[in-house]
């Protein structure tokens, strides 16, 4: 039989080990969803060309991977782990 500390600890090592994968998994979806939720309906014009939203989930990704990277789709993580800590 454990005692109360001992178990504490497991406790909490296992939600932080489950807190932190969870957000690593998710942050790239938390990303596209919210760059889709925040685009503008209006297509602007820019050099005579029309600049046009995303059209759904894959030009959502394509588009922040080639603008920012891989590692675009992360950004954000840093905050999502200090909410881990909570």
């Known amino acids: 039989r454990e005692n109360g500390a001992e178990g504490s600890w497991k406790h909490l090592v296992g939600a932080t080990a489950a807190g932190v994968t ?47 990277g891989f590692r675009g789709l992360y950004r954000g993580l840093s905050a999502a782990y200090l909410g881990v800590s909570e």
């Not at 919210?34 to 759904?56: A, E, I, S």
Request: net charge positive; proline share 2%; hydrophobic share 35%.
């Open 22 to 68: 969870c957000s690593t998994v998710l942050a790239p979806i938390y990303m596209i969803k919210t760059r889709l939720q925040l685009q503008t309906q209006v297509h602007q014009q820019v050099g005579g060309r029309t600049l046009v939203n995303y059209t759904g989930i894959r030009d959502a990704v394509r588009g922040v991977v080639q603008e920012s």
